[in-house]
Structures are given as structure tokens and as C-alpha cells.
DNA sequence: TTATCATATAAATTTTATTAATAGTAAAAC
DNA sequence: GTTTTACTATTAATAAAATTTATATGATAA
């Protein structure tokens, strides 16, 4: 049995049309008529249905059955080759959502230079969603993931290891900047500036909001925390915000949260199952999980 | 690529000779030089060093991460093959443990009946242990499966459905069999009736043993829960079993275990993420959920 | 040195995949 | 009610590929 076949077979799932698939592959249409009789066959399987009088090819169960595990194989492969062009070259591709890359990791990189691991580390940004995928994928090494749940994926293995609380912040000209503490349910009437949908900020404040049945008076959007915070710090409204991107020395005004049910912002080390570890990677996320431990 | 060229980098990632793997596949030597230098084109790396100095193959590090995900691929595709196998069948294969068949599993029959689905219904056999391990291979499609802790396994999705404490047993002329409860801490000078390796009891009563730190005196191992209590009313010796397998009715004297760290035996229904439930599957489950809930 | 073991190479052969050309079938368009 | 169009199947020819046979190479062991 041949990959190729496989692949075509995959995408007559997905077109339910020979000759656009063969167009997909540049190839000739009989080709991909030969190859699905080939999988037919290999299987002992009718995986499609040709009824012309329907004017669309049919998939049977069997055909999308075999083709779950079809775009495993698939995937596997892919991630296959992902990885081992990267396995000689001593860097490990590590994904760094913006927020812990720019108030969690700093405080460890001094331990990283020690050990002469930086040099190794290729750091890739993105948002924490995103990165989950790229991981499964095989684009990315070993990752740090924001997340509000405890990563919980097959093939994933997520070592906690932070865990921080949501907090509002407010201008010190605010009103509420005389208190130090505040229920979420009393916020129906705030200004709110938040992050976009990639942060999982954005989620948690959703839940929020749908806990307390209430819709958000939503006055700015961005994708930029430092903007976030020059708009509370105007004064323009409050925002939602993890704990860790607060630092104590800055003009603005913290509050805790006294929900009894409030997310958590989690911060998680991440890889494959099946990434096997060499020796770089495993200091690496042994310093990594000693640093967690020592703050 | 050829998934015969995986299978043969597999095999001689397993046995590091060349020679030996192609007497494996009946084929020639040539034959698996040539399948390796196309993979090792295909991933554009070094899997093997040929250093006959050492008068062993090696494996690079590479090599071992491809066989990671070669393993996947084969696992995946013999999955499909023996689901597909099935699939047409109109019968789903359930894999049901001897205790929980025996006094579980009938008190669900009559829903079971009442639906026509008790004749869609192939059963099969075999220790808890084993099922996990069948359902990922894709020899069963269902399973009931007993387990200490809930399961959490990539690629299966499982349902914990009942919950059953351990008991002592003992014959009703053994002096315990005045007492209501018993620490476990306090049998150190019983003789047991224990159940084989198979059995997850084994490992809860290890457990317990190793908590407290003392070498059970086992009189009998056997696989047969009927010999087991056979012997138990004999008064042979003590055994430790769910009280599932302890029905009200027999000349059996069970005791509850006052030890507050104690396993649970739990029962749940398990298949592959990606096993496609097809309408008869749906309503297995879903009658099998109902039923656990109903007790 | 010779024998032995393990892998590589090369040419010939066999097997398999692909193509070009064409046929078949049903629905849509004229 | 032909003709066109859109899809898929079939066939023979061709191209590509994997496999074999025979042999070479290189290293250790006898």
C-alpha cells in the first residue's frame, strides 16, 4: 500500500469528486480510479458509493471509518518529517504565547544562560490556542500554554506548573481605585478595554459575563497588552487581566476578584508524546520546571 | 512511500540486521537496503550508522524518533483493517471482564433486550488489563473495563459508570465473621484466597499490602471467582473481592473496610476516540448509560 | 591467508502505477 | 429527443518502481 494512495483517498473524502482530485494532485483521473480500487481492495471495503443518478460520490461508513485513521497516518507522517528536519539542529523550536513571553520567561532566561541553553532555544510567538495545534502538528517542539482547564490532550504531554489569578484593573483616578478588592457582578455598569480572541483572557471574561448574565460594555479591543494598559491607564476603562502581567511598579491600580468560581490562569510546559527527549530537551525542561518550583 | 518500506525500517529498528529482517519478510537482502535508502531520502536523514567496526547497526536518534511515529502509522492502519473488518457486520464486538459479565452485565440485559440490541452483540472475554490494550489495537470495538483509577488514556474516550467499594470475605465460621468492618491493617496473620494477575483486585490488594508493609500469606491463586469463594466458604482462607461479586444471598459473610486511603473498583465503558458510532453504537451506549444511572 | 558475516552495488526482471485514448452513463441543455 | 456536459470506468501501452540474482566490498574471526 502506497502513502500517495492514501492521500487521494483522503481528499476524494473530502471532494467526493475523482477528477478534481486528480486536477489536486496533477495527475491523470484514472489514476485515482486505480488507486481507490487498490485501497478497495486492500481493505476488502466498499468505500464509496459511485451513483451517478445522485450526481454526488457517496462515502460509506466504512470510507469515512477508514478515514479517521487515514488522517492520522497522515498527520503522523507529516509531523515525522517536521521533526527530524529539525532533530540535527541542536535548536528546539519552543512557543512562547506573548504574555508569558514577555512577564513570565524573563525572570528564567538568567537560569537558561547558565546552563548555556539559550543558544539552543528558538523561540516562536503565537496565542495559546494556536499553540496547542501547532505542537500536535509538529511545527513546534515543546511549548509554554496559557490555558484555564488543565491541559488535558491525547498525544500531549503538559506539565503544570503556574498558576495565577485574574485580576480588574483600573486607572488610580478610578473610582474603584479606592478598593482593594471586587465581586465581578458589580462591573455591569463598567467600561471595559480587553484582549482579543486569542487570549484566553478573552474566554475567561466570557464566562464571566455569561455567569453573571451580563452583556460587557466592550469599549476597545486590541491584540496588545501594553496598549490595554496606557487605555486604563487613560482612564478610557477597566480591563481583565492575569495577575503575572501587573507588576507592582506600575500606575495602575489592581483589584482581586471575590467570585467564589473564577478561572485560573495556568501556565503549562508542553510536548508530544511520542517527542523523544535528548539531552538538550531535558535540561531544558528540567530547568524550566526547578524555576516554576523556586518562585 | 510504501508502507512495506516502513514495516521493513520497523523491523530492523527492532533486530538491527539487515540480513534477518529480510528473511522476516521473505524477501532479499538488497531488498531492505534499498527500502532503507529510500526512507532515509524521503526524511532527508541519517537513520542507521553502518559501522561494521562494532559489528552492531546503530540507531541514530532520529532513526528512533521515526520509528515513534512509524509505530503509530502501523498501529493505526492494522486498526482500520480489522474495524473495517467488522464494520459491515451489523455486530459490534464488546469486551466484557468475567466479574463484571457475570454479575454486572445481566442486570442490564433485559433494557438491552427490550431494544433488540442484545443480538448486535458479540462479547468477548478477558481481564481488564488486556481489554484496554484490544480496544487500542482494534480488535473490540466496546468495552467494559474495570479499573482502580478513572481511565485516561489518549485515543480512548471512556465513561465511568458505576463505582463499587473492595470487601472482605470470609467463611461464616471464621471468627471475622462476627465483626461488620475490618482494617485491612489487621488481616497481617490471615491466610488469602487471592484472584490471578489478570484480575485488578491483585493490584488493590498489592496496594494495600505494600501501604502497610506486610507479606500477605496467599494459601491459593486462582482465575476463577467461583473457586475463589468455593473456598472462601470452606474457610480455606479469606479473599478480598468488589462487593459487586458478593451477592446478598450466599453463605458468605462479607466485611467493609474501615481504612480511610482505599481503592475503589470502578466501571467504565470505553472505545477509541475515533471509532465512528453508527446508530446501533449510539443507542448501545446510550442504553448502557442509562442503565448504570438507573441503579 | 582464508573463511565468514554483513551490507552494498549493478544489471536484469518483475511488479506496479500512470497515462492516453476511449467508452459508458446519467443528467442538463438545447 | 438529440446533443452536450460532467463523471467515472476500462483498456492497452508506457513509465516507474521494487525486487531478485549475482557479485563486490569491507571487516572481523578462524
Redesign the pocket.
Known sequence: ??I??LK?FHQLVKY?????V?ADF?????????????IEKQFNSRL?I?D????E?QVTASGYQLDEHVQQVLNELATAQKELKRINSTKVLFGLPPIIGTYYFPSITPALLRQGLMKHLETFETGSKDMLQLLLKGSLDLALIASLQPIEQHQITAQLFRNYNFKIIVSPQHPLARQKEVSFKDLVAEHFIVLDEGFIHNTAFKQFCQQYDFKPNIVYQTSDVHVLKAMVKENVGIAFLTEIAVPANEELVSLALTDPQQPHFLISLAYRKNYRLGSIQQQLITTLVEEAQNK
Not at 467526493?16 to 478534481?20: D, E, I, P, Q, T
Not at 496533477?26 to 487498490?38: D, E, F, G, Y
Not at 451517478?52 to 450526481?55: F, R
Open positions: 500500500m502506497n500517495k494512495d487521494y467526493k469528486n475523482f477528477s478534481k486528480a496533477s495527475v491523470s483521473q484514472p489514476t485515482i480510479t486505480m488507486a481507490i480500487k487498490r464509496f459511485r451517478q443518478s445522485h450526481h460520490l
